[in-house]
């Protein structure tokens, strides 16, 4: 009995992944298919200052118009970097962004977009040519461009890749460490990169309107990034408890739930006409 039972097991285990390896090769395809049908999509969330809640950018996050619905980065991202895809993706994001920059540019309003980089995308040496010439391509000003690199990515990102990074930040575009909190930084090395904004991970802030130690290292941080000479931007604050803390405490700019979703196009450039102005205004 025991024999069959261990057998059945082993069959249950091996059904397990062959429905496993046939749900990545078929993710893989909708991918690639995806990729040629043009169907992602870009979203757009506020960046507030802290002080008088102005806008002052705003990221941009990639959604995948799935025949099944809308697909968040979560569901296809990692799986787009294992097979490589996320180098076309990627390619795509650029251009969109340097269109978006220089459409709001022309309706005048200049906005600051912060696009995400992958490690994938900074392996390839083509991948700041390319950045350059899609900016080009749109008349999109390198000053209103940020790129968002993770902790990690930045701790391990080659000398090459460094100085092609302060050649772009020469041109006036900024850098942001992305996630920082979730990975170990060496603080030495973060003295050398290029940077102009330390972006908190949500894991950083999620407790510090209830935690007396969850703000103290928060504040910690805040204090580290202003040393190195950069602005602080808190992301994930689902709580006006939240804000209130983050703006106490130092920090620069202020991004989340609480502030603004992630937004289309067309809701986004409305929040920006009311919201975002009024309160830079008032
Ligand atoms: P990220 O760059 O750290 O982006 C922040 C994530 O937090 C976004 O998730 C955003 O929608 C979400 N978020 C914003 N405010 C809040 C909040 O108040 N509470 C909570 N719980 N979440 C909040 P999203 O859009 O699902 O993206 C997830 C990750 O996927 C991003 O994390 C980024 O690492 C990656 N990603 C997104 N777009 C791109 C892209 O175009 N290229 C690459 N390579 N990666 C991307
Ligand atoms: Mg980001
Ligand atoms: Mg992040
Ligand atoms: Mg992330």
Redesign the pocket.
């Known amino acids: 009995h025991a024999k069959s039972l261990g057998r059945g097991r082993a069959e249950h285990f091996t059904d397990l992944l062959a429905a496993e390896i046939a749900e990545r090769a078929q993710l893989e395809s909708d991918l690639r298919e995806a990729v040629d049908k043009d169907e992602f999509a870009l979203v757009f969330q506020p960046q507030v200052s802290a002080g008088d809640g102005h806008i002052v950018g705003a990221e941009a996050l990639l959604r995948w118009k799935h025949r099944d619905g809308l697909k968040m980065p979560a569901a296809f991202i990692q799986r787009a970097e294992e097979t490589g895809l996320i180098v076309e993706i990627g390619e795509w994001v650029i251009e969109e962004v340097a269109e978006t920059i220089s459409r709001w540019g022309r309706m005048g309003i200049p906005q600051r977009l912060a696009v995400?980089i992958s490690p994938r995308q900074l392996d390839h040496a083509s991948f700041f040519r390319r950045l350059r010439e899609a900016m080009l391509a749109a008349s999109a000003p390198a000053k209103l461009l940020e790129l968002e690199i993770?902790e990690t990515l930045a701790m391990h990102c080659s000398e090459e890749v460094v100085d092609a990074i302060a050649l772009l930040r020469a041109d006036g575009a900024s850098i942001a460490i992305?996630?920082f909190g979730t990975g170990y930084s060496n603080l030495a090395r973060l003295r050398e990169l290029p940077v102009d904004r330390v972006k908190l991970?949500r894991s950083l802030i999620e407790k510090v309107a209830e935690n007396a130690e969850a703000r103290a290292i928060a504040q910690a941080v805040i204090g580290l990034v202003h040393g190195l000479g950069c602005e602080a931007v808190a992301e994930g604050i689902e709580s006006e408890a939240q804000a209130a803390v983050l703006r106490v405490i130092g920090c620069d700019i202020l991004q989340g739930y609480a502030i603004a979703q992630p937004m289309a196009e067309g809701a986004f450039l409305e929040w920006v006409r009311t919201e975002g102005w009024e309160r830079a205004a008032g």
């Open positions: 995400n993770t992305d996630d991970d």
